[in-house]
């Protein structure tokens, strides 16, 4: 009989000690084995964005995907090793993935009770890949079961960030209750996960839904073909059944974006947030159309709302710069900027406002600066180390560009683009020479814009005074790209020195209705016109191009010898006496070449 109770009071200790909660550190020990890191990788294998996973048998993880591209290639980072990852199935209305993770062995988690009740104020704990600083681990408690898209998430107040998506909530007992989904934060320390159970389900909505799973191939396919009427057709059939899919929506705004068609842009953005005004993808859509309708009040107050569902989120903070940029107000756009770099230090985007704030402000040593800290972050990729060079070049550092560029190593495919900077360093260095030679080597593979290449091309022949060849460069450039109006005024500008000014005048003449402000094209009018001895007419193009910027010494001397040759001197001696008055310099070489002369000759 003492045997018997004996058994019973160390069956219920046993009992006792099974369920007793675990404290953090003991839960991160269990948990943190089934929780990894997980990251989507560019075309040349570095990091884009990293996210987490949960491991569900020893070479199968599981994770949010409504966050990747779904092209891309993942990889499972663990602590000692990292594994190519492929997606098996996907649950796409409910955002989850299934990976395969071959050979990466990992220890699966052990998920509570399905038919468990989630008790609101139970203590659980958020373990993720948070701000891509790796498995961590935050405290907290359910806040309660919210019923969102007719689904009962888990709303719970344990800290998560960026990067989370596909992190895992556990229990006091390490057991998993839900799916962290970060695209679904509300605010600060309220939170959301999906239901554990789901995990289970992945394969079979895969399988048994294949009407979602056939148009949403066919989008995907369609929006990397650029065919972007044939995706917004696509998606407007599929829209008619299904007025509640979120990615719909999505993609009918992304397509109206592509195809300009701002009302029904707007119209997604709008229904996207109605389904779930929790979504900072679809207030950015917002706060993007009322920037393009000019709308900067109403997009500046969207843009901070966006802020009261993820403070700690770069891309919502490079939203607020870039409304703030437009709005004028460069110092807070900057504080934006800079904020969102403190959460994601390659956020590519805040980078190029703070490169366009700089600009604005003439800061050329901070547009190297900010250059200078992307190729840090960024080693391996060409096209950055290309901007670091212009911006040497810009900032009047040719020597040290072209420095760089000798010493870049780069894939055969893009040699060419490397020898069309170098030419442009070369023709800051003042050897138009061997510019032309770099561009004409670019020029024998296959750089990223031909048009560029042969308008540099065109640009060192004109320095070298071998104007056909500069004109017939520019015929190239402008060939390519019909419309661009820098290729057309260097073509105009090559006719006029090429004595073939007749044909400089046309372009001129269809510069001008594109741009009837712009006094570098009235000037060249004026140029060219006095060259073919029409001096009235040249007049009135020059006097149109001063009108617009005074500040051309070089101009006003032009147009006084111009009233000279028309027999206009009293116009010729009152414009001398303005440009005393604006450039004391160009105003004695006025006086020299088109005044000294006159008052030498009078009786």
Same mark, same amino acid.
């Given at each position: 009989?003492?045997?018997?109770?004996?058994?019973? +009071?160390?069956?219920?200790?046993?009992?006792?000690?099974?369920?007793?909660? #675990?404290?953090?550190?003991? @839960?991160?020990? =269990?948990?943190?084995?089934?929780?990894?890191?997980?990251?989507?990788?560019?075309?040349?294998?570095?990091?884009?964005?990293?996210?987490?996973?949960?491991?569900?048998?020893?070479?199968?993880? *599981?994770?949010? +995907?409504?966050?990747?591209? %779904?092209?891309?290639?993942?990889?499972?980072?663990?602590?000692?090793?990292?594994?190519?990852?492929? @997606? #098996?199935?996907?649950?796409?209305?409910?955002?989850? +993935?299934?990976?395969?993770?071959?050979?990466?062995?990992?220890?699966?988690?052990?998920?509570?009770?399905?038919? =468990?009740?989630?008790?609101?104020?139970?203590?659980?704990?958020?373990?993720?890949?948070?701000?891509?600083?790796?498995?961590?681990?935050?405290?907290?408690?359910?806040?309660?079961?919210?019923?969102?898209?007719?689904?009962?998430?888990?709303?719970?107040?344990?800290?998560?960030?960026? %990067?989370?998506?596909?992190?895992?909530?556990?229990?006091?007992?390490?057991?998993?209750?839900?799916?962290?989904?970060?695209?679904?934060?509300?605010?600060?320390?309220?939170?959301?996960?999906?239901?554990?159970?789901? #995990?289970?389900?992945?394969? /079979?909505?895969?399988?048994?839904?294949?009407?979602?799973?056939?148009?949403?191939?066919?989008?995907?396919?369609?929006?990397?073909?650029?065919?972007?009427?044939?995706?917004?057709?696509?998606?407007?059939?599929?829209? *008619? %059944?299904?007025?509640?899919?979120?990615?719909?929506?999505?993609?009918?705004?992304?397509?109206?974006?592509?195809?300009?068609?701002?009302?029904?842009?707007?119209?997604?953005?709008?229904?996207?947030?109605?389904?779930?005004?929790?979504?900072?993808?679809?207030?950015?859509?917002?706060?993007?159309?009322?920037?393009?309708?000019?709308?900067?009040?109403?997009?500046?107050?969207?843009?901070?709302?966006?802020?009261?569902?993820?403070?700690?989120?770069?891309?919502?903070?490079?939203? *607020?710069?870039?409304?703030?940029?437009?709005?004028?107000?460069?110092?807070? !756009?900057?504080?934006?900027?800079?904020?969102?770099?403190?959460?994601? &230090?390659?956020?590519?985007?805040?980078? /190029?406002?703070?490169? %366009?704030?700089?600009?604005?402000?003439?800061?050329?040593?901070?547009?190297?600066?900010?250059?200078?800290?992307?190729?840090?972050?960024?080693?391996?990729?060409?096209?950055?180390?290309?901007?670091?060079?212009?911006?040497?070049?810009?900032?009047?550092?040719?020597?040290?560009?072209?420095?760089?560029?000798?010493?870049?190593?780069?894939?055969?495919?893009?040699?060419?683009?490397?020898?069309?900077?170098?030419? =442009?360093?070369? @023709?800051?260095?003042?050897? &138009?020479?061997?510019?032309?030679?770099?561009?004409?080597?670019?020029?024998?593979?296959? &750089?990223?814009?031909? !048009?560029?290449?042969?308008? !540099?091309?065109?640009?060192?022949?004109?320095?070298?005074?071998?104007?056909?060849?500069?004109? =017939?460069?520019?015929?190239?450039?402008?060939?390519?790209? &019909?419309?661009?109006? $820098?290729?057309?005024?260097?073509?105009?500008?090559?006719?006029?020195?090429?004595?073939?000014?007749?044909?400089?005048?046309?372009?001129?003449?269809?510069?001008?209705?594109?741009?009837?402000?712009? !006094?570098?094209?009235?000037?060249?009018?004026?140029?060219?016109?006095?060259?073919?001895?029409?001096?009235?007419?040249?007049?009135?193009?020059?006097?149109?191009?001063?009108?617009?910027?005074?500040?051309?010494?070089?101009?006003?001397?032009?147009?006084? $010898?111009?009233?000279?040759?028309?027999?206009?001197?009293?116009?010729?001696?009152?414009?001398?006496?303005?440009?005393?008055?604006?450039?004391?310099?160009?105003? $004695?070489?006025?006086?020299?070449?088109?005044?000294?002369?006159?008052?030498?000759? /009078?009786?």
């Amino acid at each position: 009989m003492k045997k018997i109770v004996l058994l019973l +009071c160390v069956g219920a200790y046993l009992s006792e000690v099974a369920a007793k909660a #675990l404290d953090s550190v003991e @839960i991160y020990e =269990q948990v943190q084995r089934s929780v990894t890191v997980l990251e989507e990788l560019d075309d040349t294998g570095k990091p884009l964005q990293a996210l987490s996973a949960i491991a569900v048998a020893s070479d199968r993880a *599981v994770t949010m +995907c409504d966050a990747m591209s %779904g092209t891309r290639q993942l990889r499972i980072v663990t602590k000692n090793n990292s594994f190519p990852a492929t @997606i #098996l199935a996907r649950d796409g209305q409910r955002h989850l +993935c299934l990976l395969s993770v071959p050979g990466a062995e990992l220890t699966q988690i052990v998920s509570a009770d399905v038919n =468990q009740s989630i008790q609101s104020g139970a203590r659980v704990y958020a373990l993720s890949n948070a701000l891509g600083l790796g498995v961590g681990i935050s405290e907290g408690v359910v806040s309660g079961v919210r019923p969102q898209f007719g689904v009962n998430f888990i709303q719970f107040s344990a800290p998560v960030s960026p %990067g989370s998506d596909g992190g895992a909530l556990v229990d006091a007992e390490g057991r998993l209750l839900g799916i962290i989904t970060y695209r679904h934060h509300d605010g600060q320390n309220v939170n959301f996960a999906i239901p554990a159970k789901w #995990l289970a389900e992945i394969e /079979q909505h895969d399988k048994s839904d294949i009407a979602y799973k056939q148009f949403r191939e066919t989008a995907e396919q369609l929006q990397q073909q650029e065919q972007w009427q044939k995706l917004a057709d696509h998606v407007e059939q599929w829209i *008619v %059944g299904h007025q509640n899919d979120a990615d719909a929506w999505l993609w009918v705004a992304v397509a109206a974006e592509k195809i300009g068609n701002l009302d029904n842009e707007e119209n997604a953005w709008r229904r996207l947030h109605q389904l779930d005004p929790t979504s900072s993808v679809a207030a950015a859509g917002l706060v993007s159309v009322k920037l393009k309708r000019n709308q900067r009040a109403e997009a500046l107050q969207l843009a901070h709302e966006l802020l009261s569902l993820r403070q700690e989120d770069a891309d919502i903070w490079t939203i *607020v710069g870039q409304t703030e940029q437009v709005a004028g107000t460069a110092a807070k !756009a900057e504080e934006a900027y800079r904020k969102a770099l403190t959460f994601n &230090p390659w956020q590519l985007a805040a980078y /190029q406002g703070l490169i %366009g704030i700089a600009e604005q402000r003439n800061d050329q040593g901070m547009v190297t600066q900010l250059w200078q800290s992307l190729t840090a972050l960024n080693p391996d990729v060409p096209a950055v180390q290309f901007k670091l060079a212009e911006a040497y070049i810009r900032e009047g550092r040719p020597a040290r560009a072209y420095s760089l560029l000798e010493k870049l190593t780069v894939p055969d495919t893009q040699k060419a683009d490397t020898d069309f900077w170098k030419g =442009q360093t070369l @023709i800051a260095l003042g050897r &138009p020479l061997d510019a032309t030679q770099a561009f004409e080597k670019s020029l024998q593979g296959n &750089p990223t814009s031909k !048009a560029s290449v042969y308008a !540099a091309l065109g640009s060192s022949y004109f320095q070298l005074q071998r104007f056909p060849e500069s004109i =017939q460069a520019y015929r190239e450039a402008v060939r390519l790209e &019909p419309n661009n109006p $820098e290729w057309l005024y260097g073509l105009a500008l090559s006719l006029k020195d090429g004595f073939r000014g007749r044909e400089a005048l046309e372009i001129d003449a269809q510069l001008l209705k594109k741009f009837p402000n712009d !006094a570098a094209v009235w000037r060249q009018k004026g140029f060219t016109e006095a060259i073919l001895g029409r001096h009235q007419e040249g007049i009135k193009s020059m006097e149109k191009s001063l009108e617009l910027d005074p500040k051309q010494g070089k101009l006003w001397v032009a147009l006084i $010898e111009t009233y000279r040759q028309a027999g206009r001197d009293k116009d010729a001696t009152s414009a001398y006496e303005r440009l005393r008055g604006i450039d004391s310099e160009w105003a $004695e070489k006025a006086y020299r070449s088109a005044i000294l002369p006159f008052e030498e000759s /009078q009786p």
